[in-house]
Structures are given as C-alpha cells and as structure tokens.
C-alpha cells in the first residue's frame, strides 16, 4: 500500500476514503470548479456497474481487462496506456504518480500488470470515489489509492515518485510553468515523467464538445514543439515524444458508432449524454488536422531550468 506520509499530512486515501487538498486561490478555485462540474456525472458508480452487469459481468469479481473499455478516458484507450507503460518502462519497484488520475483505468493496469504501487490525483472528486470503488472491485487497493487534488499545488513531498504518468489531463490546464514544475517537484532524480496529450496542430479551434471541455475556455492545447518546449524549460530531458495521431482516427471513429448502443461497453457510458457528440468531434478534430496526438517520456534533469542532456 502506499504510505500515507507520501501524500502529506491529511492526504492519505485508503479503500473508498478521500481526503481534500487546498487549490489555492478563489480564481484558481473557480476555474478547477469548472474543470470539476465538466467531468462530474451524478450517480456514475451506480451508471457503471449497471452497463457491467447488462455486459454480463460479475460486478463483485471484476478485472481491470473487465473494465478497460470503459475506465481509460483517453482517445486511443487501453493500446495507449500499453504504449506508455512500454516508454517509461514501469517496474515493480517504481512508485507511479497518477496524475489526472480519472476512474482510474491506467492505475490498475498498471499495478495489475507490473505489481507497482501507484497514487492517483485527481481534481473531479466524484472521479475519486468511482476509482476507489471500481479498484476494491477488483481487488487492487494494497496496490493503488486515490487522493482529491489539483495537480498545480500537489500535497506530495518533494522527490517522492519515481514516475508521474499522465494521460490526457494537461489540455485542462493553463498554467504549464507551473504544472511541469510541480511534477519535477514530486519526482526523484532520474525519475520519469510520462503522458499523452492532445495538442493543437493547424491554428484552428477544435469542434467543440470534446471529452475534456464543452467550450473553448476550459480547453488549453499547445502544439507538440510548445509542449516539449515547456518540458524542457521545466528542467528535463525529453527521452521520447511520438505522434500518434494517425493511429487513433479509425479508433475515434468506432467508438463514437458504439456510442449510439446502451449495450456496448465503452466509454461513452463515462461521457454521459453529449459523449456520442465528443467522440465524434474528437475524430473530426484529428482527421482536419485541428488537433493532434502526441505521447512522451522526459527524464528529470538535474538542473531545475533548460536541460544540459542531449536532444533526443
Ligand atoms: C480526460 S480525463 C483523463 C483521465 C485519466 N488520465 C485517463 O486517461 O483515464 C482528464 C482528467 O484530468 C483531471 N484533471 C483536470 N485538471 C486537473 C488538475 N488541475 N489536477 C488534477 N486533475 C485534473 C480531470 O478531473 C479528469 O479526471
């Protein structure tokens, strides 16, 4: 189990517990509402369990494979946390960071598949608590626990982590000094920080609804050369950072078909009602060259600005 005293004074979780970290200012505090009420979906435990019994699943005895058409809120799903799992190379030993850490999908694959401990943050507390639920249904919580909180101002101790992983979070997040500080922060020297993001490609605004907003001012995308621009300033060294953009059109594309059927799991039970609307607006986007998609691995360097690596 991870120790409490990784996550700061009140910010242990254990099973379905959840502890509040502070977000700071009353702007800050506002735009993470807005960030919060996007993701938010009333009774989504009660939602998900339902479509897992209706797939005919036991919902006392789930697995993590049960549950990955639906937890991974990520455009090319499961194929994508495989991927970033393979670029940081995850090892039993390393304590995971889960950054964004949503229902919690890319945890337990992780912790399941590799036997790591894993902390997942998130800011929307109703994510929090369907994670910490659906991770005792599957029998993960020595392994994995989940804490509310933003990830601009971490209760996490300095150097802690040996991997931040990050999936699709960063889009929400205005402030990338800050938040590449913060996960330098948190990191180990030599430690790993892995994500994906979708960036923004032609100039153009993106279709909106897609999953991470509803409108423009909860949608802050850089391009992939300002995204390893800001990594790097940051104080790392980037390792690896991939376009994955023409793999996960045809994907987009399915799962928005799936979206219109009740009794096909998949992630448009998470979306709720404008999800059909989101992942088609999602291939769109990618197929118009509005946005793309790019995954990475950078290394901590020893300097906390610019790095003295090697390109990569
Ligand atoms: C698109 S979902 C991805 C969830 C998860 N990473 C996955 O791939 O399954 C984005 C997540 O980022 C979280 N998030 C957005 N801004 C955040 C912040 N400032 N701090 C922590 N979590 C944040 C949201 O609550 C949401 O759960």
Redesign the pocket.
């Known amino acids: 189990m991870v120790a409490s005293d990784e996550a700061g004074d009140e910010a242990c979780v254990s099973g379905q517990r959840i502890c509040t970290a502070s977000t700071g200012s009353e702007m800050e505090m506002a735009s ?1 509402s807005a ?2 009420d996007h ?1 938010a979906r009333a009774g989504l435990g009660e939602v998900i369990l339902e479509a897992l019994k209706t797939a005919g699943k036991d919902i006392d005895k789930l697995t993590p494979d049960d549950l990955a058409p639906l ?4 455009p090319r799903g499961r194929s994508s946390t495989v991927d970033l799992a393979r670029l940081a190379a995850i090892k039993a030993e390393d304590r995971v960071l ?6 919690g ?2 945890s337990r694959y992780l912790a399941k598949t590799f036997g790591c401990r894993v902390l997942g ?4 507390p109703e ?1 929090c608590r369907v994670a910490a639920m659906l991770t005792e249904r599957t029998g993960l919580t020595e392994k994995i626990q989940y804490q509310q ?4 101002e971490m209760a996490i101790a300095d150097q802690s982590f040996d991997v931040v992983w ?4 960063a889009m ?2 205005a402030d990338r000094d800050r938040l590449y500080a913060e996960i330098r922060r948190v990191l180990k020297p030599g430690g790993r920080y892995v994500f994906a993001d979708v960036v923004a490609s032609d100039g153009r605004s993106p279709h909106f609804p897609v ?2 907003a509803r409108e423009p001012s909860a949608s802050f995308l850089l391009t992939a050369e300002g995204t390893r621009q800001k990594i790097e300033a940051a104080g790392f060294y980037l390792r690896a950072l991939e376009d994955q953009t023409g793999d996960c059109i045809a994907q987009q594309k399915a799962r928005a078909n799936h979206a219109g059927s009740p009794a096909v799991l998949g992630i448009h039970i998470v979306l709720g009602r404008e999800g059909p609307r989101m992942l088609e607006n999602t291939a769109r986007n990618f197929e118009e060259g509005r946005t793309g998609l790019v995954q990475g691995v950078a290394v901590r360097s020893a300097e906390p600005h610019g790095s003295s690596w090697p390109r990569a």
Request: charged share 20%; no cysteine.
């Open positions: 993470a960030i919060t993701y937890d991974e809120h990520h889960d950054l964004g850490s949503g229902i999908g890319p943050i998130d800011l929307t994510f909180g933003d990830a601009l990050s999936q699709e979070v929400n997040i999953p991470w």
